[in-house]
């Protein structure tokens, strides 16, 4: 009766109440189950780590219990923690359940702790599709993708059937190799398994083929979809902004938001990057604008690099150089290298000694800074030698 009505409180956020039920009662391992949960499911992931042991400092009793220990430190990142429950678990004789090993494995995982999430992982006696899926997924978030696609295989070759999810994510890894004989034999497989219609596979088979080159393939992947999110449009936005169609990337973006869809910072990086291709200043500019005004995207250092290639691109170097002026902090060096290199193309020695010059301060031992600045030296006849 008690753990029915803590569960109660919980569920209607009453927590505190729920701790005091919970402190005067009579626990076994579904008291402890239902508060960890609880507190996690209320957003508060750290107490519920510190409600793992009780006043004598054990930790509760049974595979569930551990299984919720293990998930709600999913979003802490919290190894330290994780490591004590990994003890009990050992400890208590569950490293051999399915499911607190799954737990464990993506646990680690999350922590971006691969190697000790690969030795739970092989350790476990029986795996299942968690298990598999936590470690395509680790290995991708990792940026080790091709070690997540030998994983799907050994996956296959185990016998274990790839979900929605764990058939996404392999194709994910693929696009981020530009794998595609690999992507494609893997396409195969999501037409014939039926997986293709699910959104996060064919998200995941517009990036491939688009990151690829493969622009037709993609925009059929894309418009045969029945349904399509944000990710769905990002992807052929950025599909196209990479490989030259700048005004198709342009189009479908305004497409995107007549929809009702709020484009993330990615989609602003490909839409920016069209306007600079396409020599639309301004458009590129509003765009700028709307990503702090109406969407609410703090822009990030690649965006004002995008900004200062679409000034410098179009030989609006003085406003390339006043933008920056504005920045709230001076840019990396891919935005100097990308003002010095417009500076060489149009023979401004002014600027380009300026952006050089900041690009050294910046990177000593990067050579742009002076083979740049020396190749527009040359290009006006000037035989001075610069030195910094």
């Keep these: 009766m008690y753990n029915s009505l803590m569960g109660g409180l919980l569920a209607s956020g009453m927590v505190d109440d729920a701790k005091k039920l919970f402190r005067g009662m009579e626990k076994d391992s579904v008291s402890w189950t239902a508060m960890i949960k609880g507190l996690a499911q209320n957003g508060l992931e750290k107490e519920a780590i510190e409600f793992s042991g009780d006043e004598d400092g054990r930790l509760g009793d049974g595979s569930v219990y551990l299984w919720e220990c293990t998930t709600c430190l999913w979003g802490l990142g919290a190894i330290k923690e994780g490591k004590k429950v990994h003890a009990c678990v050992i400890r208590t004789n569950f490293q051999d359940n399915v499911y607190v090993g799954s737990a464990l494995v993506d646990m680690y995982c999350k922590c971006k702790c691969i190697d000790y999430a690969k030795t739970v992982f092989d350790g476990m006696r029986q795996k299942n599709v968690v298990s598999w899926t936590?470690?395509?997924?680790?290995?991708?978030?990792?940026?080790?993708?091709?070690?997540?696609?030998?994983?799907?295989?050994?996956?296959?070759?185990?016998?274990?059937?790839?979900?929605?999810?764990?058939?996404?994510?392999?194709?994910?890894?693929?696009?981020?190799?530009?794998?595609?004989?690999?992507?494609?034999q893997f396409h195969g497989k999501a037409v014939t398994s039926g997986l293709v219609h699910y959104v996060i596979v064919s998200n995941s088979l517009v990036t491939l083929y688009g990151k690829c080159g493969n622009i037709d393939d993609s925009t059929k992947l894309f418009n045969e979809m029945s349904f399509r999110d944000e990710v769905s449009w990002t992807a052929m936005v950025s599909a196209y902004a990479q490989f030259g169609r700048a005004i198709e990337a342009i189009d479908l973006f305004d497409r995107m938001v007549q929809h009702g869809l709020k484009p993330d910072g990615v989609t602003l990086t490909g839409v920016i990057s069209a306007c600079s291709r396409a020599g639309l200043v301004e458009k590129g500019q509003r765009y700028f604008e709307l990503m702090t005004n109406e969407y609410g995207i703090v822009p990030s250092n690649g965006h004002y690099s995008c900004m200062i290639d679409l000034f410098s691109r179009s030989g609006r170097l003085e406003e390339a150089m006043s933008f920056i002026n504005g920045m709230p902090f001076p840019p990396d060096a891919i935005g100097w290298i990308t003002l010095l290199s417009a500076c060489r193309n149009k023979g401004n020695l002014e600027i380009g000694k300026r952006a050089a010059e900041s690009l050294i301060e910046l990177d000593p031992h990067h050579p742009a800074g002076y083979t740049l600045l020396l190749s527009i030296y040359a290009s006006k006849g000037n035989g001075i030698v610069w030195r910094s």
């Excluded at 295989?153 to 059937?161: A, C, F, N």
Aim: net charge negative.
């Design 134 to 184: 936590a470690m395509v997924v680790g290995y991708g978030q990792s940026g080790r993708a091709e070690e997540a696609v030998k994983m799907f295989l050994e996956m296959e070759r185990s016998g274990v059937e790839p979900d929605h999810y764990t058939l996404g994510q392999a194709i994910s890894a693929c696009a981020n190799i530009s794998s595609l004989e690999e992507g494609s």
